[in-house]
């Protein structure tokens, strides 16, 4: 059964901290993983990945795929208020459907 | 406001009944999918549109179906709702050759079935 483990589940930071997320995975017909932000309600899309070991950032935020291992992780530096949301990690495989993770809460506090 | 207009924002429904959602998408998207989000869970997938044809489906019950039109709008339909039905329901759309990396997701409908 396809699948995507992200953890932690839940992490309480201060402003300014370095935090990484993590989203393994196990499915079949893989295409790329994508993470996306959710604050409210519309996850809205950070990044793509289809290739191994390029990284890619943008601001503060950072992201890499490894292929071999499986799993996937998300940088976020200096963290900010703002910040505080639901990361969502999701495999894209071949019938164009996304298979999610539970997601990582993440807060920030002043 | 994401471009991805979903309607009604929040609805309350008795257990047997029937619920129609919609979703109104940017012009010239015409590939739309339709997830359930529960409390605490990640988004699944129920079905995707592709030029108004069913173009994949997860693993939900028949009374699940869908609906999209020439207009880029679409409908989810549940039929003899259960408490479980009660969720975040999200439908993302995207246009030609634009894939994942295009995908927008609407603000949801929140569903409570009691």
């Known amino acids: 059964e396809d699948k995507v483990v992200q953890s932690p589940l839940s992490l309480v930071v201060h402003e300014g901290d370095t935090v990484t997320l993590n989203c393994s995975y196990e499915v079949t017909n893989f295409r790329s993983l994508l993470w996306y932000k959710q604050e409210k309600k519309a996850p809205t899309f950070l990044f793509m990945l289809t290739s191994s070991g390029i990284e890619k950032k943008s601001g503060r935020l950072s992201s890499i795929l490894d292929k071999k291992e499986l799993f996937s992780i998300l940088n976020i530096t200096a963290t900010q208020t703002g910040d505080s949301a639901v990361y969502l990690c999701?495999?894209?495989?071949?019938?164009?459907?996304?298979?999610f993770g539970t997601g990582t809460r993440l807060q920030v506090f002043p | 406001e994401t471009g991805v207009t979903q309607s009604p924002t929040h609805l309350i429904k008795t257990r047997g009944q029937q619920v129609t959602l919609r979703c109104s998408s940017q012009s010239g998207h015409n590939t739309v999918s339709w997830y359930q989000q529960a409390l605490g869970q990640g988004p699944q997938f129920i079905f995707q549109?592709?030029?108004?044809?069913?173009?994949g489906r997860g693993n939900f019950p028949p009374r699940f179906s869908g609906l999209q039109f020439p207009n880029y709008s679409s409908e989810l339909n549940v039929n003899a709702l259960e408490l479980d039905d009660s969720a975040l329901y999200l439908c993302?759309?995207?246009?030609?050759?634009?894939?994942?990396?295009?995908?927008?997701f609407g603000s949801g409908t929140r569903l409570t079935v009691v």
């Open positions: 549109y592709y030029r108004e044809e069913e173009n």
């Open positions: 993302a759309s995207s246009g030609p050759g634009q894939g994942y990396y295009g995908y927008t």
């Open positions: 999701a495999d894209l495989i071949n019938t164009d459907k996304l298979i």
